[in-house]
């Protein structure tokens, strides 16, 4: 059966915790593969997942869901299905995997700005109070006070038309979009404390401590490409929830040290040098089931842009 999504529906996998076939494959095709010319029998992905421990029911699982995401898609009606990534999804695949590795090399643009949205919905139950919350939360907002949400710099982008979707129809429902700057910014009564950022600073300190002997390994030459194929994938899987989590805050608001930047070089460097063994080890996976494997296998390559490091005091 083809499967047709319009280039707007294409979805990313939403973030779960654990084990994930379907954040793992969505990787392994933005690292891996970048033509829509490409026929990607199942069979093959079925053997790629299964060297990250994916149970082939879990594996062809994945393959449809991502399918009705419309990040891939069934090329012709045979059996057993043949996939290929739609150019929508190359697209979006090579922006997200820019934004993943590009995330944190520079400062923010910092005016002092933020966006404020507060609310008020009288005696209506909690079905919108709790929908108004999990938009907000989806758009990069934090609650300040309860019905006061905030986010830093001074774009409004959709949140007036998703509260005027949630809260029209609501009998009562007031809110109100602002930008706003504080008095106080740093300190307890500020917008940081809006944050959990020792939670953040934690989960970037796991990140280091999890993946602080491959670094040691890989800088003294004992990933082979066996070894590499995993190990790429798992760093850049467990990287890519940061910039969806942190909200890249100005320095002045952060507490010091912050482990963010020793996180980041940690990933770059396994990043950059387990490519080509990675590669490597994927053709070698998918060539028995997919025989042209090593003319349309590559491995994702970050622009000079996305992860240089401007000098002090630029922006």
Known sequence: MNVHVSPGAVRDPRTQAGPNPQH???TLLGEY?????ADLPSAAVVAILGEFGISESSARAALSRLTRRGLIAVRGSGRPPVYHLTPEA?????SRMD???GFGARPPRWTGDWVTV??????SGPAPRHAVR???GSLGFARLYDSVWIRPGSDAGVVTQVLHDILDDVDGGRWSVMRARFEEEAGPHGPAAAYDLAGLAAAYEGFIERYSELLVAVREGEVDATRALV??????????KFPDIDPDL???LLPSPWPRQAARELLLEIHSALGALAEERLVEIATPHWPDAASWITHFRASEDSVSVPGRGER
């Open 134 to 136: 999990k938009a907000l």
């Open 90 to 94: 190359i697209a979006r695949h090579r």
């Open 250 to 252: 100005p320095e002045h």
């Open 24 to 26: 793992l494959l969505a």
């Open 99 to 101: 934004h993943f590795l």
């Open 33 to 37: 593969l970048d033509s829509s010319d």
């Open 231 to 240: 190990a790429r994938t798992s760093v850049m899987d467990s990287w890519r």
């Open 118 to 123: 507060s609310f008020s919905i009288p005696q």
